[in-house]
T-cell receptor, first 117, second 112 residues
Framework: AQKVTQAQTEISVVEKEDVTLDCVYE???????LFWYKQPPSGELVFLIR??????QNEISGRYSWNFQKSTSSFNFTITASQVVDSAVYFC??????????????FGKGITLSVRP | KAGVTQTPRYLIKTRGQQVTLSCSPI?????VSWYQQTPGQGLQFLFE???????NKGNFPGRFSGRQFSNSRSEMNVSTLELGDSALYLC???????????FGPGTRLTVT
């Protein structure tokens, strides 16, 4: 069965610090997708990134970067020079696709990030 | 392009009643999924619809049902409401299954 573990529950940093959010996943499928979503206080989940299991290249988008390592089943997310607006709950999610295209997302419990000015 | 819209945004119901929630996906998106979010269980998958067909169903009782219309709009229904059904119900749409999903603002259901 698929599972996503976000061991960190709450992280508090001071503005401009770098912060890494950890995500470890479990799946028996060889084809799967990994996602990160952000949920600000307004409640709406905001899509950040999707990676497939065959693409282990790290990705950078502005202050955000993602490190995907199949060897350790991890898909970590780093925010560089954090800002107060980054304060939110961050979810890592997994969908399996070996049996066909599948939208079912399995989410981790989320990490509450607080960035203090 | 307009995002995913959900109506109503807030709802208060009494135990035993039933409720219907509505979701309009992003224009052009044909896949719609529903999730329940509670403090205790987190985000849990309810169903997935594509081309008016339910392709996937989460581990929820039969009181939870849904459907998708030809214009890709979707509804979910919960019958015989229980206190534990109080949650934020999120709808997400994508171009097709397995693509990135874009979420609506959710419907906050309170059962008293």
């Amino acid at each position: 069965a698929q599972k996503v573990t976000q061991a960190q529950t709450e992280i508090s940093v001071v503005e401009k610090e770098d912060v890494t959010l950890d995500c470890v996943y479990e799946t028996r499928d060889t084809t799967y997708y990994l996602f990160w979503y952000k949920q600000p206080p307004s409640g709406e989940l905001v899509f950040l990134i999707r990676r497939n299991s065959f693409d282990e290249q790290n990705e950078i988008s502005g202050r955000y970067s993602w490190n995907f390592q199949k060897s350790t089943s991890s898909f970590n997310f780093t925010i560089t020079a954090s800002q107060v607006v980054d304060s939110a709950v961050y979810f890592c999610a997994l969908s399996e696709s070996s049996t066909g295209a599948n939208s079912k997302l399995t989410f981790g419990k989320g990490i509450t990030l607080s960035v203090r000015p | 392009k307009a995002g995913v819209t959900q109506t109503p945004r807030y709802l208060i119901k009494t135990r035993g009643q039933q409720v219907t929630l509505s979701c309009s996906p992003i224009s052009g998106h044909r896949s719609v999924s529903w999730y329940q979010q509670t403090p205790g269980q987190g985000l849990q998958f309810l169903f997935e619809y594509f081309s008016e067909t339910q392709r996937n169903k989460g581990n929820f009782p039969g009181r939870f049902s849904g459907r998708q219309f030809s214009n890709s709009r979707s509804e979910m229904n919960v019958s015989t409401l229980e206190l534990g059904d109080s949650a934020l119900y999120l709808c997400a749409s994508s171009l097709a299954p397995a693509n990135e999903q874009y979420f609506g603002p959710g419907t906050r259901l309170t059962v008293t």
